[in-house]
């Protein structure tokens, strides 16, 4: 439980970032900056730099120009910058030879926990994931689910005030999927910030507020509801497409679109985006 932190206004600030590999740049001056207790949601195609942000968020790669500052002034990579994060893969990480339980100690003690503090949060986090009655049950006998709800237990044991999710309900079945969002919800309650990549675009309508990154960049961000009445959309994914190749993209879309001059090539690029969603986002229609 994070309950009782301060709360403060900024988590994240990211200032004019570049990324280049070799000829290919993958962030191109990107800025944003991400209040605390808030569920932040970043949304684009493969390609889009969305996993290049968390590495250089993280300190696990180092920015060719710009800066990154989290918890209002600390270095991504400082010791004192990763304790305060919590970070949840999409790939699965945890030791399959271990038990549940073993596996959430073993995170709990890296990030400093110790004695009966460690099998206090170990209970507390295995609980809310409801994992508690599995927990003796060795990793590697869990179903998929079970697995993610244990990645984010282990994700969450030393109560970071940073939480960085990327695509957390990958291989999730729709009915958990609503569990890991209310238990997301609950987190920022309790003062929270996370950071969340997803591939469900139904899910961003979860967050309190959303970035479109396109190429390196980003393209717009806003709370889904203002950004479906910005474009005058009625999801997401067309609120997306809009902001990358233009409104007359979606209206190209559409079933009985109008043709007039310059219906063809808005139809090309709108397609090219839709494209990219699908194959990036996983949107499925």
Sequence with gaps: ML????????????????????AKIAV???????PAGRIFGLLGPNGAGKTTLLRMMMGLIVPDAGRIRLFEGLAPGSSAAIR???YLPQQLALYESLTVRENVAFFARLYGLGGERIAARTREVLERVELW???DERAGELSGGMLRRAMLAS??????????????????DPLLRLKFWDWFSALADEGATLLITTHHIAEADRCQEVVFQHAGRVLDRGAPA???????????????????AGPAA???LGPGAALGPGAAPARRKARMVKARMVKGLGAKR
């Design 84 to 86: 305060r994060i919590g």
């Design 226 to 244: 203002a950004l479906l009445e910005r474009y005058g959309v009625r999801d997401l994914e067309s609120a997306f497409i809009a902001a990358t």
């Design 28 to 34: 191109d001056g990107l800025s944003m900056e991400i």
């Design 155 to 172: 994700a969450v044991v030393h109560a970071p005030r940073l939480l960085i999710l990327d695509e957390p309900t990958a291989g999730v």
């Design 250 to 252: 979606v209206a190209a």
């Design 133 to 135: 009655e599995r927990r």
């Design 3 to 22: 309950a009782g932190r301060e709360v403060r206004s900024g988590m994240i600030s990211v200032e004019g970032i570049v990324k280049r590999y070799g």
